[in-house]
Each structure stands twice: as structure tokens, then as C-alpha cells.
């Protein structure tokens, strides 16, 4: 949907840069492009959980490397890009800025500023590092495609979800202006917008109380695989759109906040209030 412009080879068949390649999403961004004959740096804060999927992928006979960077550094930023031009087969033509944590369960002003900073720290900071960094490189190679993970919380603004929707929302934000910056040049750009997709972002983040256990109960029965959303995104990516948004509780949402963003407003507000205790 929304196309702006088609690149002129699939860009999902790269030399490829993937952040929070040790688990859910990424892992599965990392396993798919090779599966399309791409070459992949896998990353992660986690090494051992990046050296897993690298090791995936060569068994499958495919092309990886594996190393630690911390997204919300811009220094491990800058030395992941010269990583990929030390182990990658050619210059750096996809960029997957994929890693970021889950916290949601209390409200704005409950929510200690810590968290605050840990979750811009990661989500926003480590989106437009990985966009200052790369950008430059891929508007100078005049061709590939850049691919931010970003949420239905972009526009969502469901309750208990401050610190993630504000990061969500900013990273939707970056990712339009780069794509209107690089409109022509070559370089493909998307915003991938999921609802709940299958993965360990639970586990690994900090969503507490009574949010915590919904959400696993919704991601369990409703959650789509990494898998799926990961094609789609590659597959849009290759199009040219700007977003993906994999599943149709996401377009929904989409559509009633531009068409009824006063009602929207207020069913997710009354939602939270009266239904979410039901569902637990
Ligand atoms: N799972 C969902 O329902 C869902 C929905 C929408 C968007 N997303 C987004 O998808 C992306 C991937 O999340 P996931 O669901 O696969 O979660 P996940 O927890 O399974 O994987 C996240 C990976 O990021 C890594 N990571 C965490 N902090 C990092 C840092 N500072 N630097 C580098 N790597 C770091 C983790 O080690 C982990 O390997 C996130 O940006 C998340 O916000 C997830």
C-alpha cells in the first residue's frame, strides 16, 4: 500500500544490516533475507543470541556474520557499519533497524522516568542512529532499501503504553521524512507497522501487572508469526511502499483514526477502563 516509488532490483536480496538479530523479528528480517539469497550481519546487544542466528543461517549454507552492538550507542552504531563493510561481500545495501523493547502497564506519571529514558534510549535513539548512520551510505549507493520497525502504537495511543507509543510515533515520523528525503534516489524506505506478532518481546521488556499477562493472553492467540510479517515487509519493501501494515486490526486502526479520531479516542479509553479487567 501507499507506494513512493519502486526501487529498480529487489531490495530484499542484499547485503544486509539487521539490529536485534538475536530474537523474534529480527532473527526472523536475518533468516528471510537469506533465504533470498542475501548476505546478513546479524546484531544484537545479545552476541550469543546474534552468533545463534548467524550459525542458523550458515548451516542452512547461507552467508552471516555475527556481532554485538548496543543500538542506543551511537558509537557501537558507527562500528557496526564499519563490521559490515570489514565482513560483508559488497556495500551495505539494506538496512533493518529493527531492535527495541516492549513497556507498557502503567500510566504517564506512574511510569518512572528511568524506564522513559531506557525505552527512548532504544527505540527512538537506536532508530535514528541506525538512520544517521546509514542513511548517508545508502543515498550515496543509489540504490537498497532501509526497512524501520516501527508498531500500530505509532498511531495507536492505546492507554498504559506512554514511553512505547512515543517511541513508536517518533520512529513512523523519522522513517516518512527519510522516505520523502530519498524519494528518487534509488533507496526504498518502510515503515513496518505490526500489531502483535509472536515472539520474546514480553519476556525481554518491562510490561508489568495485570498489561503483562493480557498481553501474552492476546499475543498467544492472536499474535502473528515473525515469519509472516517479516515476508510482508520484504515484499513491500521490494514494491516501494512506505508502510506495511501486516495485519487488519492494524489498517483499522489506521482508518478510525483519521476518519474518527474523537470516537477512536474514546472507545480505546473506555476500553481500558471497563474491558481490559474482562479479558484478563
Ligand atoms: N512482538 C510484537 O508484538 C511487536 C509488535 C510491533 C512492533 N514490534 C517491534 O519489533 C521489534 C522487534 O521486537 P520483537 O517483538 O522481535 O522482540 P524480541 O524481544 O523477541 O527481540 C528484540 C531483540 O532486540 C534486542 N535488543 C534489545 N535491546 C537492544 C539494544 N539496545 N541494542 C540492540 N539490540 C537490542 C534483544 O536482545 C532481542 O534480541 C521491536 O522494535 C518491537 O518494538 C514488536
Known amino acids: 500500500m501507499f507506494g513512493m516509488g519502486s526501487p529498480k532490483k529487489p531490495s530484499s536480496c542484499a547485503n544486509a544490516v539487521v539490529t536485534g538479530a538475536g530474537s523474534g523479528i529480527g532473527r526472523a528480517f536475518a533468516l528471510e533475507i537469506a533465504n533470498r539469497g542475501g548476505a546478513v550481519l546479524c546484531s544484537d546487544i545479545n552476541l550469543a543470541a546474534a552468533e545463534e542466528t548467524a550459525g542458523q543461517i550458515t548451516a542452512s549454507g547461507g ?5 554485538q552492538c548496543d543500538v542506543s550507542d551511537l558509537g557501537q552504531v558507527e562500528a557496526l557499519a564499519k563490521a559490515a563493510d570489514e565482513h560483508l561481500p559488497g556495500d551495505v545495501d539494506l538496512v533493518i533497524n529493527n531492535a527495541g523493547v516492549g513497556i507498557g502497564g502503567l500510566p504517564i506519571g506512574e511510569t518512572a522516568i528511568e524506564d522513559w529514558h531506557w525505552t527512548l534510549g532504544i527505540n527512538l535513539w537506536g532508530v535514528i542512529h541506525g538512520c544517521h548512520v546509514f542513511a548517508p551510505r545508502l543515498r550515496k549507493l543509489g540504490r537498497g532499501g532501509l526497512v524501520n520497525v516501527a508498531s500500530t502504537a505509532s498511531f495507536s495511543a492505546a492507554p498504559l503504553m506512554g514511553p512505547y507509543n512515543v517511541t513508536k510515533a517518533g520512529a513512523l515520523a523519522l522513517t516518512e521524512t527519510l522516505a520523502a528525503e530519498l524519494a528518487g534516489s534509488g533507496v526504498a524506505v ?45 515484499n513491500a519493501l521490494d514494491r516501494g511502499d512506505l508502510y ?34 474482562r479479558l484478563n
Open 190 to 234: 518502510t515503515a513496518l507497522c505490526p500489531t502483535l506478532v509472536k515472539t520474546n518481546i514480553n519476556a525481554n521488556g518491562r510490561i508489568v501487572g495485570d498489561s503483562s499477562k493480557l498481553f501474552d493472553r492476546l499475543m498467544n492467540r492472536f499474535g502473528m508469526s515473525a515469519e509472516r510479517v517479516v515476508n510482508d515487509a520484504l
Open 63 to 67: 552467508q552471516a556474520r555475527a556481532c
Open 244 to 277: 506495511v501494515m501486516p495485519q487488519f486490526d492494524a489498517r483499522l486502526i489506521w482508518r478510525a483514526k483519521r476518519l474518527i479520531p474523537r470516537t477512536y479516542a474514546l472507545g480505546t479509553g473506555l476500553i481500558n477502563r471497563f474491558g481490559a479487567s
